[in-house]
């Protein structure tokens, strides 16, 4: 079992930049494959991005391609999400997920078994 921690959230104007953290417990992160979710007021849980167990392979949501980079320091056992040019669209809580291997449907919260508790971050106009 992993325990999962995410961190960074906050208040930030439309433009600016945060960065999330996700700390890992447990197992062996490195054998995870790792992702972000978001979910906003409301709304279903929505996928974001991923990356795999070596850090080798990122996917993104095409609706922060370009803005938002996922990275992870498996030797710190964390995840990071560096998000750019922020948009007020953006405001939810994000999750971060852990799956031992990726299905036919990495994209899609069902696939992964484990998950933080979630950071609020707020992106005002």
């Known amino acids: 079992q992993v325990q999962l921690v995410e961190s960074g959230g906050g208040l930030v104007q439309a433009g600016g930049s945060l960065r999330v953290s996700c700390a890992a417990s447990?197992?062996?992160?490195?054998?995870?494959?790792m992702a972000w979710f978001r979910q906003a007021p409301g709304k279903e849980r929505e996928f974001v991005a991923r990356?795999?167990?070596?850090?080798?392979?990122?996917y993104y949501a095409d609706s922060v391609k370009g803005r938002f980079r996922i990275s992870r320091d498996n030797t710190k056992n964390t995840m990071y999400l560096q998000m750019n040019s922020l948009k007020p669209e953006d405001t939810a809580v994000y999750y971060c997920?852990?799956?031992?291997?990726?299905?036919?449907?990495?994209?899609?919260?069902?696939?992964?078994?484990?998950w933080g508790q979630g950071t609020q971050v707020t992106v005002s106009s």
């Open positions: 997920a852990a799956a031992p291997n990726w299905g036919r449907n990495a994209g899609a919260p069902y696939e992964y078994d484990y």
């Open positions: 447990g197992r062996t992160f490195s054998s995870y494959n």
């Open positions: 990356i795999s167990w070596t850090g080798t392979n990122t």
